[in-house]
């Protein structure tokens, strides 16, 4: 299964997914990473791991539908199945969606529809939630919005500080990613569960 990853910032999901012996040994391939932030760390972790790279800035299109064309312009010859956001930080449009019907997945760190949008983590955080966890799911147009995959509870310890709270949501989301991954690959590979 040929995959492209998208991601804007630190890119821990990315190389989770990336370096996962059983995600390649199940037929997980990844052609390229999209990213949207020229400084961005995930772009260093691609590199280490000889993933092919393609930067692509909104502020060097006219709008928004032109800057997709252009993703959509790489990925075609590379007969990219799914699409795996991964920390991309931009809503997509229409014209991304349409070419990738229901192959556009999302990992987003709370229980959504709770805390959608920026600093999810934050905010469960400063609002003394007992409960955050991750969503993992289809997109739509919507921000974090689409049909759902898999969510797993995650709990706030007395203890923990944001910093605490924010490591272990990360170590489920990389759990989680692996294993959406590996269902999708077993479904297509027709391995019925
Ligand atoms: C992750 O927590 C992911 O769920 C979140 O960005 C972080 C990226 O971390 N995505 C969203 O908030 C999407 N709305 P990473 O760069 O270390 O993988």
Redesign the pocket.
Same mark, same amino acid.
């Given at each position: 299964m040929r995959v492209a990853i998208f991601?804007?910032?630190?890119?821990? !999901?990315?190389?989770?997914i990336a370096r996962s012996k059983e995600l390649s040994e199940a037929g997980l391939e990844i052609e390229l990473l999209v990213c949207d932030q020229k400084d961005a760390?995930?772009i260093k972790r691609a590199q280490k791991l000889k993933i092919p790279v393609f930067i692509n800035q909104l502020t060097d299109f006219p709008d928004r539908g032109t800057y997709e064309q252009a993703i959509i312009e790489k990925l075609k010859p590379l007969k990219i199945e799914y699409i795996l956001?991964?920390?991309?930080?931009r809503v997509v449009t229409e014209v991304l969606l349409s070419e990738y019907t229901n192959r556009i997945i !999302?990992?987003?760190?709370s229980l959504l529809p709770k805390y959608?949008?920026?600093d999810?983590?934050k905010r469960a955080y400063e609002a003394n939630d007992e409960v955050t966890g991750?969503t993992i799911h289809y997109i739509d147009e919507g921000?974090?919005t689409g049909p759902i995959i898999k969510q797993s509870k995650v709990i706030r310890l007395k203890s923990d500080t944001e910093s605490n709270l924010?490591d272990r949501?990360?170590q489920t989301?990389h759990q989680m990613y692996r294993q959406v991954v590996l269902d999708l690959l077993n479904k297509n590979n027709g391995v019925v569960e």
């Open positions: 991601a804007s910032g630190s890119g821990s !999901n990315f190389e989770a760390q995930v956001l991964a920390g991309y930080m !999302n990992i987003h760190p959608s949008g920026l999810a983590i991750v921000v974090d924010e949501i990360h989301e």
